[in-house]
């Protein structure tokens, strides 16, 4: 790991040292892992971002401090959130909530809490930190977005956050310098596989300035992808074979424990 964060870095100040930019501020990031694989053993790792802000005549005067925040967002799904209520003894499920198309994790990293970077109303423009991405339920026969107080996206992004799925760090970026920075990227071992996709916008005084876009994408290999590209190639036969392991098992544990 060291020696591809080394390698990033240089990869990084060469391009940087190779041309300019037409735009006053421009952001230049590079990933330390672009491809993570995921194996038996696989418990979790974590990628570096290295980003740089490349400036020209029309930038910021020189001393000025800028923000940054980077949203990290992986495969999209369709999921639900029930409500559970204890009714005679008993905990039952009285209520749910579909939610559309929300990314399976979700990271926002910033080198300062959001609410001192930018304004709310930017903040939801821009779509940055927890509390303004949108995260659009079914709601009868429409699908809306819902304030950050609704019961059940808190109680969605506390699931989440509880698996390590969702997260907001806010002093998790560092400025190297004041146009050089860096941040974390936790990956936990129950990471789902697909292609991430890492937005980084840049802040001054408030303001929105610049942003640009790069992805990983994490993969299983070895057995674990043997099995998945089975059961999603060759459904049928995944079925057969899995029902015959089942058959097979329950039928040799009945002759080791059998009583004579």
Known sequence: MTT????????????LAAGGSTRAENLIVSVSNHRVTVTPNYSGEELVLFGSIERDSKSKPPGTAYDIVVTVSGPRADMVTRRKERKLGIWVNVDSREFIQVPSYLGIFANRPIDNITSPDVQRRQQVGLTSFPLPQRMGPDVANTVATDPFRSAFVRLRTDHGLYREQTSALTFLTPTLFRTGIPLPAEVPTGTYTIDIKLFAGGAFVAKTETA?????VGFEQFVANSARQHGLLYGLATAMMAIMTGWLASVIFRRD
């Not at 591809?4 to 391009?15: D, G």
């Not at 990983?216 to 299983?220: G, H, M």
């Open 216 to 220: 990983f994408e994490i993969v299983k």
């Open 4 to 15: 591809r964060i080394s390698v990033l870095f240089v990869t990084l100040l060469l391009t």
